[in-house]
């Protein structure tokens, strides 16, 4: 930003004293306005959203490659300065705060934890923490009592904690206008991943993520049953059908904490 002062540059030329004066009076409160803009505006999804593009492909995470990349970097630290002001709406709040437990699961790995053990859990989403809107909180704060109270189950298969069983990272940043579009698809893609869903129809058996057991209130307070909720969104009618009908005796995968990336090494 340039600043002109009496007596230089192009505007020097027949200066009124008066109205002189008047601009060194405003000139401050003016500074601190923009100053507080730019501290408080939400953070930077573009560019969270072209590292992402760059190293996450099919939910495989290239960990060692966002460490190089100082717009990651960047990004934690826009998470940690943002205003809550600057997030008036709830689009704007659940954009925010799924993008920044993202970006934190993924700093929490670069940081030396990891879920893969019991007591590994345990220093993953309680011991550490981040700074989120000017404060701290560990991840398991932020979903419990930040985004789940937002009443929206489709987060669950928007946050990753960085586990094989987990959601697979999306390789775009959630966005205000498209939120509701990429939440509806990440439900479908994760219902309808065999890998972490699949359904026995002739013998009635529903083999389903650990994450509708641990989060059982949220789907059923949404949808009546799991099962009901699970039918909302598979592909195959007649499962479809089934599921609608509460058919199916419900049986809950073992969860796979494993890394979903490549952790490699760090750079020189």
């Known amino acids: 930003m340039e600043y002109l002062t009496p007596g230089t540059g192009p505007m020097n030329q027949s200066v009124n004293p008066h109205r002189s004066a008047a601009l060194r009076r405003f000139a401050v409160p003016i500074l601190l306005l923009a100053m507080t803009n730019a501290s408080t505006a939400a953070p930077d999804y573009s560019a969270f959203d072209e590292l992402l593009l760059q190293h996450v492909g099919n939910g495989f995470v290239n960990y060692a490659g966002i460490e190089a990349n100082p717009k990651f970097h960047s990004f934690v630290q826009q998470v940690g300065e943002t205003d809550a002001g600057s997030l008036p709406e709830r689009n704007d709040q659940l954009t925010f705060y799924i993008n920044a437990y993202n970006a934190l699961a993924i700093q929490g790995i670069l940081d030396g934890y990891s879920p893969a053990s019991l007591w590994g859990r345990y220093k993953f989403f309680?011991?550490?923490?981040?700074?989120?809107?000017?404060?701290?909180?560990?991840?398991?704060?932020?979903?419990?009592?930040?985004?789940?109270p937002m009443r929206e189950p489709r987060i669950h298969f928007a946050i990753v904690c960085a586990s094989m069983s987990c959601p697979r990272l999306s390789s775009r940043a959630y966005l205000p206008e498209t939120l509701e579009q990429q939440l509806d698809a990440g439900a479908r893609h994760f219902i309808n991943?065999?890998?972490r869903n699949h359904f026995d129809l002739p013998r009635r058996i529903a083999y389903v993520s650990k994450i509708f057991d641990w989060y059982r209130k949220d789907f059923e307070s949404a949808a009546g049953s799991v099962q009901r909720y699970l039918a909302s969104y598979v592909e195959d009618a007649e499962v479809a059908k089934a599921l609608d009908n509460d058919e199916f005796d419900v049986r809950f995968l073992k969860y796979d904490w494993n890394l979903n990336g490549r952790q490699g090494l760090r750079p020189e």
Do not use: P, W
């Not at 932020?142 to 789940?148: A, C, F, G, V």
């Open 193 to 195: 991943d065999i890998s």
């Open 126 to 148: 309680k011991s550490k923490k981040f700074v989120v809107l000017g404060k701290k909180i560990n991840l398991f704060d932020l979903e419990r009592k930040i985004l789940i």
